[in-house]
T-cell receptor, first 114, second 115 residues
């Protein structure tokens, strides 16, 4: 089954404790992206990757890091989480090329930073 | 600055009637528009899209209309069914240097279809 998986689905942590949210896709997609969803703000892009070893900032990259060492995986790293990073996070993947229209989303990771 | 706006946070419709979800945008460079549907505890799923060179695209019960002069997009669902109850996100693609690499999402509209 074609899918994007994220782990963990729920996470409660404390300020400053480094964490990683994993994302994996089995569709051989070149493009992967991370979004956060906040009330009244919709989905905002954090980082994206056009292919292995190619990453770039989205609209809200501060406080986050990513890496793309393998095509299928795109982990999101919070080196020193803060309460304003409490949010619902989605990983997505899609075909790269000239146009990226349809993206496939993971089920989401709800992160709470206290 | 919100480039894609969904001004109605919620909408309630009776089963069998038409649901109309609206979306406005500010960037005239957007070349493709999409609607995503999101159920609770799940990720958004692609629903329907439209190129900026068209003004209508239809897929079963779902039709998207684009009015470029007004920078307005709408999604029509006819007839509405209780299973359509979800959050609907409007999104627009931005073309950078010939390769589109991001989607700009609206804030979402929660549709509730009453039986």
């Amino acid at each position: 089954e074609a899918q994007v998986t994220q782990n963990p689905r729920y996470l409660i942590t404390v300020t400053g404790k480094k964490l990683t949210v994993t994302c994996s896709q089995n569709m051989n997609h070149e493009y992967m992206s991370w979004y956060r969803q906040d009330p009244g703000l919709g989905l905002r892009q954090i980082y994206y990757s056009m292919n292995v070893e190619v990453t770039d900032k989205g609209d809200v990259p501060e406080g986050y890091k990513v890496s793309r060492k393998e095509k299928r995986n795109f982990p999101l790293i919070l080196e020193s989480p803060s309460p304003n990073q409490t949010s619902l996070y989605f990983c997505a993947s899609g075909q790269a090329g000239l146009l990226i229209y349809e993206q496939y989303f993971g089920p989401g990771t709800r992160l709470t930073v206290t | 600055d919100q480039q894609v706006k969904q001004n109605s946070p919620s909408l309630s419709v009776q089963e069998g009637r038409i649901s109309i979800l609206n979306c406005d945008y500010t960037n005239s460079m957007f070349d493709y528009f999409l609607w995503y549907k999101k159920y609770p505890a799940e990720g958004p799923t692609f629903l329907i899209s439209i190129s900026s060179i068209k003004d209508k695209n239809e897929d079963g019960r779902f039709t998207v209309f684009l009015n470029k002069s007004a920078k307005h997009l709408s999604l029509h669902i006819v007839p509405s069914q209780p299973g359509d109850s979800a959050v609907y996100f409007c999104a627009a693609s931005v073309n950078y240097g010939g390769a589109t690499n991001k989607l700009i999402f609206g804030t979402g509209t929660l549709l509730a279809v009453q039986p």
